[in-house]
């Protein structure tokens, strides 16, 4: 089932293997975050974290990643959630 991306912040998607690959938890996303749990779900073997509000929470985590070995593009990517109301955009793993 695909995942709703909204349009008003920016959401970042990761692979969930690589996620797991390098050993991370919800739980240390949540408390460098404080998110909610609409902002962290997972659908099939994508997590859609989101959306990311405050100028700097976007680009923390995308270090975060990378520190954790992560490579942009191949395992995580982030949509900016600069478009308008009136379009929808859904995402899902294409090798599913």
């Known amino acids: ?22 050993e991370m938890t919800r739980a240390q996303v949540d408390e460098a975050l404080g998110l909610t749990p609409d902002e962290f779900r997972i659908e099939g073997s994508l997590i859609a974290i989101g959306p990311l509000v405050g100028e700097d929470t976007l680009s923390d985590l995308i270090e975060r990643l990378e520190e954790a070995g992560l490579v942009y593009y191949d395992d995580f990517f982030e949509l900016s959630g600069n478009w308008p109301d009136w379009l929808r955009l859904f995402a899902m793993d294409a090798s599913v």
Do not use: D, N
């Not at 089932?1 to 390098?22: C, D, G, Q, Y």
């Open 1 to 22: 089932m695909p995942l709703l991306l909204p349009p008003t912040a920016p959401t970042l998607l990761i692979r969930k293997s690589a996620f797991e690959r390098v």
